[in-house]
């Protein structure tokens, strides 16, 4: 039996609230200090200034390289006080979930459809409150664009609101995924914001123009910014982690034998290794080392290798796993199952071995897009409830990831 979650209920049944000005006179100057300053953030507007040029209501869409950067987008939008999409997830735990409430935050599922976000959305708009929406749905694994999902087109339409980009370069090297636990590091955090459409230029474009034209304004890749500019990064260990980002040797293809230790990320299987420099930038051991330029194009060298195996029809990836959810007061998770989790490229399926007797299959066709947990698992709503996967072999989560991407990319693509 699924545990129905009656915090759920109480979060749909919530009207949204404008963000507080208290917050925003306490919280952004403090937060001014300690992460703008402190991570030397710049921003730079190629619109004359927000509170001249800009007329509530607009949107703003914005990149997603790290965690801090609703913060980033809130500060560069002053003196306006955005009313922010965010993950659903943040409002089960009770900091973050109360932060939100006071920032206004609309909860929203992630890679899912949801109609109480939308309502919301529309409401606030009508009310001429101002929006922020990251396009990309998640933070970037690999620093750079995880790419702009298709619907925002639709929504951009449907709101007829001018639309400001914000673009954030570096906030992904200051605070990368797979090291969210450490401290920032200290380099460089760029914020460029400009217009991107006025409201009456939507009427003009078709769907794949507006796609492209806030693709193009938003894409980033942390590590070619870092190398062009040569900023540098400071900290040492800058390799740290590394291997739960990257598990493909480009020499041999063994798979989870990448080891890293302070600068050095190296195959145990092959040898195959390089050091990354100041910059960020990947230097090999020497010119028998097959390395990809940079961190970023070795993840996406295992995009196009897993893009080619997903093909196969024997495809199939199998771990255990202990099947986790939230209680029905909602600020805790819960192991309720142990089970086995299957990916093919047709489906996603759960079959219970122990605990609450839940099954899942999930047809490739309706699954949107997993959230990866790095050397954990992954997590994924489906028919409005969250389940998160806790695998066995931990580390082969990254794997888990972009096979799901891909293929549901592959099932994108033949639907447009």
Known sequence: MILMSTFDEKLNARKIKRPSRFL???????????IMKKCNAQIHYEIRTCADELKTPFLVLANHPSRRDPFYVAISMLPHRLTPLANRHFFHKR?????????????????????????????????????????????????????IMPSIVKLVK?????????????????????RQT??????????????????????????????????????YDDFEWSSQNQIEWRGGNLARNVEHAIY???????????????????????????????????????????????ISKWYNLQRDNLRNSIQDDDFALQDNVK?????????????????????????????????????????????????????KGIYLYH???????HLDKGNTSVKWAIAAEQICKVYSEKQR
């Open 24 to 34: 925003y006179k306490t919280l952004f100057p403090y937060m001014n200090r300690k």
């Open 95 to 147: 900091i973050t979930g109360f932060l939100m409430k006071k920032m206004g935050a609309i909860p929203k599922r992630v890679y899912q459809s949801d109609t109480y976000a939308l309502k919301e959305m529309l409401r606030a708009a009508k009310a001429g409150w101002p929006l922020m929406i990251s396009p990309e749905g998640m933070n970037s694994y690999s620093g750079e664009s995880m790419g």
């Open 158 to 178: 449907h709101l007829k609101l001018p639309v400001v980009g914000v673009k954030i370069e570096g906030g992904f090297l200051t605070l990368a995924k797979w």
């Open 182 to 219: 450490e401290k920032p590091r200290i380099g460089r955090v760029d914020i460029t914001v400009k217009q991107l459409f006025q409201s009456n230029d939507l009427s003009a474009m078709s769907d794949n123009e507006i796609l492209e034209h806030i693709s193009k304004e938003l894409y």
């Open 248 to 294: 493909l040797c480009p020499r041999c293809e063994s798979e989870f034998a990448i080891k890293t230790h302070g600068d050095t990320i190296e195959c145990g299987n092959c040898g195959n290794g390089a050091v990354i420099n100041k910059y960020y930038e990947i230097v090999p051991f020497d010119e028998t080392c097959v390395i990809p330029k940079s």
């Open 323 to 375: 099947l986790v959810m939230f209680n029905k007061k909602g600020y805790k998770e819960k192991v309720v199952g142990e089970g086995i989790l299957t990916l093919t490229n047709k489906t996603l399926t759960y079959r219970h071995t122990k605990g609450e007797s839940i099954t899942l299959d999930i047809a490739c066709t309706d699954l949107q897009g997993v959230v990866l947990k790095y050397n």
């Open 383 to 389: 028919q409005d409830t969250y389940y998160c996967f």
